[in-house]
């Protein structure tokens, strides 16, 4: 391997572009036949591709910066996808953002670090992070979720879970400057505290060569090109997804689940990898920022769409997703309270991960 290229072998550099001929494939012969198993194909090549990518550039930038280029490239293309389906569905889709916030919320904090910290457990018995940094995004996320998910419920200006347009102003104002304000704290306030811990990681070698400047741009491109290849690979196969879900008689809400699962695709293998890796401070930056980040973005925007639209935007979840949600933060305050952790309350999170699956599906 040339040395220009030793952190970008030859399949990474062809992964991303490959994906977007795939794409350009299915819209111009829709009906070929096997469209559909290259466009799953193209996507999961793309994720792969992409979470090489984001490594990429992490090693050169360092932490928090590189989670928080995938977590922010992720985070705009979801917006990208929930608002063209928003326009293309019009005022039947004023629950598509709640649906895909929620269940992205629920996939972080149950699927995602329960994973994270079953698998880190599992080969690491004992995994140690930052408590500053982490107790600092878990209370940013515990506001913004409130305040978009929660509270509309109980606001009394406007009957059901919707707020007014001043209502739905100020929070959409109010969670994109705690988005802002805790990026600030990430990386300029106290970036220290978002350091993978002294001794983190199992692959010195790997530490000890950086990529190169050159490395990271060409990584940086590809990373958003395989981005893109992913949410439109998704868009197109969700369709047959989303026929198959009505087949089953899956409630509306799964659609949400199926677009924040598979924007979520990439960031859930690069978390996971770093916890195998033994870097679970890295790990648990990219899921939480991600859930900030998803949030932070994807309500004003759609606040935005919906005010200039005029069309409802219900944010307010039942009942039922109420008490998992608050069940899922409560755990998840209670697993991350002492800056270690093992595989047991993975087990939990993924146990809880499973009941709002399992009730998602049979309400």
């Not at 409630?251 to 195998?276: D, F, K, N, Q």
């Amino acid at each position: 391997m040339s040395q220009p290229n030793r952190h970008n072998p030859l399949w990474t550099l062809a992964v991303p572009p490959l994906g977007i001929a795939v794409l350009a494939l299915s819209w111009a012969a829709p009906g070929m036949p096997g469209i559909l198993i290259l466009l799953v194909l193209a996507l999961v090549a793309s994720v792969i591709a992409s979470v090489h990518h984001a490594e990429v550039i992490a090693h050169r930038v360092g932490e928090p910066f590189g989670t928080l280029v995938l977590a922010l490239a992720v985070t705009v293309i979801e917006v990208a996808l929930i608002v063209s389906v928003m326009l293309s569905g019009g005022e039947a889709t004023s629950g598509l953002a709640r649906d895909t916030v929620f269940a992205a919320v629920m996939i972080i904090l149950n699927g995602l670090i329960g994973a994270s910290l079953l698998v880190g457990g599992g080969r690491h018995r004992v995994q140690g992070f930052k408590l500053e940094g982490i107790n600092a995004a878990l209370g940013t996320l515990t506001v913004i979720v409130v305040f978009t998910l929660i509270l509309p419920n109980f606001s009394t200006s406007a009957p059901g879970p919707a707020y007014t347009p001043s209502q739905l102003l100020f929070v959409a104002v109010a969670t994109l400057v705690l988005f802002a304000a805790f990026t600030a704290f990430q990386t300029i306030g106290h970036r220290e505290y978002f350091l993978p811990k002294e001794g983190e990681g199992d692959d010195p070698a790997e530490q000890a060569t950086q990529p190169t400047n050159t490395e990271a741009l060409v990584s940086l491109g590809l990373l958003l090109v395989a981005l893109v290849a992913v949410v439109l690979s998704a868009k197109g196969i969700s369709p047959a997804i989303e026929a198959a879900l009505h087949a089953a008689g899956a409630p509306a809400a799964t659609v949400g689940i199926l677009i924040a699962a598979i924007v979520l695709l990439p960031e859930s293998v690069a978390a996971i990898r770093a916890a195998h890796a033994n870097r679970l401070q890295t790990s648990l930056n990219l899921a939480i920022g991600s859930a900030i980040a998803s949030i932070g973005l994807t309500v004003p925007t759609v606040a935005v769409l919906s005010l200039v639209m005029g069309w409802p935007l219900a944010l307010g979840i039942d009942m039922k997703s109420t008490v998992l949600l608050v069940l899922s933060l409560f755990v998840v305050s209670i697993t991350l309270r002492t800056g270690r952790t093992t595989a047991l309350p993975g087990v939990v999170h993924l146990v809880l991960f499973a009941a709002y699956l399992f009730l998602s599906f049979v309400p």
